[in-house]
T-cell receptor, first 112, second 113 residues
Framework: AQSVTQPDIHITVSEGASLELRCNYS??????LFWYVQSPGQGLQLLLK??????LVQGIKGFEAEFKRSQSSFNLRKPSVHWSDAAEYFC??????????FGAGTILRVKS | DTGVSQDPRHKITKRGQNVTFRCDPI?????LYWYRQTLGQGPEFLTY????????KSRLLSDRFSAERPKGSFSTLEIQRTEQGDSAMYLC???????????FGPGTRLTVT
């Protein structure tokens, strides 16, 4: 079965600093990969997705992610974090039948 | 476009009681998904509808769980004889026409005491 690993449960960064959230996946074929963000009391919001083509994908809110097949990774990055980015971030892979398989999430804290 | 809505947002129930949650997808979205999220975990797939047809159910969906989507519009998720292990956030998502972009609702948080 497909799986997604997010090695970091919590990450704290200073406002204005760069951010990288790690994601590793296990999937036999070419994966469809996603990053979602969840703020308290809010639903999951799609940040970006990768299906094929350019391995560096741009998303909303200034986020980007890079697909590296050799490392089975799809890390999320942002060059300069804002206090409003504090939330929980989920990496996901889509299985056959359009089911999303999520990682356990990484909680991002932003310190001023 | 009002987004995916879920009702209620919070539900507290006693063990053994039945509960029902409702999800209203984005208008004209023909695919609807239910996920369950427990504390400290990512959402886990429960079931999926295309129009009114329930196409797949996870093994997580025991016999006490049933989902419907009459007329292919809103959906309900019922849990019978609730157990403390059912305490979780129940998320609904919908998609159309791009099946790969799922829009999530705010969720229903269930607490079983």
């Amino acid at each position: 079965a497909q799986s997604v690993t997010q090695p970091d449960i919590h990450i704290t960064v200073s406002e204005g600093a760069s951010l990288e959230l790690r994601c590793n996946y296990s999937y036999g074929a070419t994966p469809y990969l996603f990053w979602y963000v969840q703020s308290p009391g809010q639903g999951l919001q799609l940040l970006l997705k990768y299906f094929s083509g350019d391995t560096l994908v741009q998303g909303i809110k200034g986020f980007e992610a890079e697909f590296k097949r050799s490392q089975s990774s799809f890390n999320l990055r942002k060059p300069s974090v804002h206090w409003s980015d504090a939330a929980e971030y989920f990496c996901a892979v889509m299985e056959y039948g359009n089911k999303l398989v999520f990682g356990a999430g990484t909680i991002l804290r932003v310190k001023s | 476009d009002t987004g995916v809505s879920q009702d209620p947002r919070h539900k507290i129930t006693k063990r053994g009681q039945n509960v029902t949650f409702r999800c209203d997808p984005i208008s004209e979205h023909n695919r609807l998904y239910w996920y369950r999220q427990t504390l400290g975990q990512g959402p886990e797939f429960l079931t999926y509808f295309q129009n009114e047809a329930q196409l797949e159910k996870s093994r997580l969906l025991s016999d006490r769980f049933s989902a419907e989507r009459p007329k292919g519009s809103f959906s309900t998720l019922e849990i019978q004889r609730t157990e403390q292990g059912d305490s979780a956030m129940y998320l609904c998502a919908s998609s159309f026409p791009d099946p790969y972009e799922q829009y999530f609702g705010p969720g229903t948080r269930l607490t079983v005491t």
